[in-house]
């Protein structure tokens, strides 16, 4: 209930989450101890990932933004902040480049004004 709050808030404020990613909606993944396998069904085209692409991919499916998935690599591999950087955004174009991946409309992006102020009232 909060983060609806707070999420109106910055939807009246003219703030939006610009680095949220969401996977795509034909993607079905198999996970093992080796990397996951993605299969898109839309495309019919099937895509391998290490372990690491396997970990930065179930953080995407989280709703993880760019800079937390770093952070948490940071923590676990202990490798320079901007290498890790350089290195995540290259694996996020290539995966926006296969549409794996794309970018999530804001919640308050997907809404018309009236119904952000109706749900903006409900939670008062």
Do not use: H, Y
């Not at 404020?13 to 396998?37: F, L, M, P, Y």
């Not at 955004?89 to 102020?117: D, I, P, T, W, Y």
């Amino acid at each position: 209930m909060a983060k609806n709050i707070v999420q109106e808030e910055k939807c009246l404020s003219g703030q939006t989450n610009t680095s949220a990613i969401k996977v795509a909606q034909g993607v079905r993944e198999t996970v093992s101890q080796d990397g996951a396998v993605l299969l898109d069904i839309n495309q019919g085209l099937c895509f391998s990932l290490n372990p690491v692409g396997t970990r930065i991919w179930r953080m995407l499916k989280e709703g993880r933004s760019q800079d937390e998935i770093t952070d948490s690599l940071e923590e676990e591999f202990r490798l320079p902040r901007a290498q890790l950087l350089g290195d995540i955004r290259n694996f996020l174009a290539q995966l926006e480049s296969m549409k794996l991946v794309g970018e999530a409309e804001a919640a308050c992006e997907k809404r018309g004004f009236f119904s952000r102020l109706v749900a903006r009232k409900r939670s008062a």
